[in-house]
């Protein structure tokens, strides 16, 4: 399995960002992919994640009604639409994925054996 980030930058705060990951290796539909993000000196934390096969999506609530996630079943992406970023935004977003027979979002960082490389996104005040 392969998870490859892209899209990150350094913003303004107000502005948009939309990362997207890559996936290649993961077979059927039936896995949970997640962004999470992770500031220096904190943990990985949860920020949105999705269902491939149910569409089901969560969100963490520092990022509820700003963020979007959403997948594309043909190309095997999954994006994330940042709206009205925030300093606190900033950080390096790893995508991950994992088997998921049960149609559940995984949200902490324990549960997805699969993670790209991350992107660095900064945002400034």
């Known amino acids: 399995v392969q998870l490859e980030e892209s899209g990150g930058g350094v913003v303004q705060a107000g502005a948009s960002l939309r990362l997207s990951c890559a996936a290649s290796?993961?077979?059927?539909?039936?896995?949970?992919m997640g962004w999470l993000r992770q500031a220096p000196g904190k943990d990985r934390e949860f920020v949105a994640g999705i269902h491939w096969a149910a569409n089901f999506r969560a969100y963490a609530d520092s990022v509820k009604g700003r963020f979007t996630i959403s997948r594309d079943t043909a190309e095997s992406t999954m994006s994330l639409q940042m709206n009205s970023l925030k300093p606190e935004d900033s950080a390096v977003y790893y995508c991950?994925?994992?088997?998921?027979?049960?149609?559940?979002?995984?949200?902490?960082?324990?549960?997805?054996?699969?993670w790209g490389q991350g992107t660095q996104v900064t945002v400034s005040s």
């Open positions: 991950a994925a994992r088997e998921s027979f049960a149609f559940q979002v995984r949200r902490t960082r324990e549960e997805y054996p699969y």
């Open positions: 290796g993961l077979t059927g539909s039936r896995y949970s």
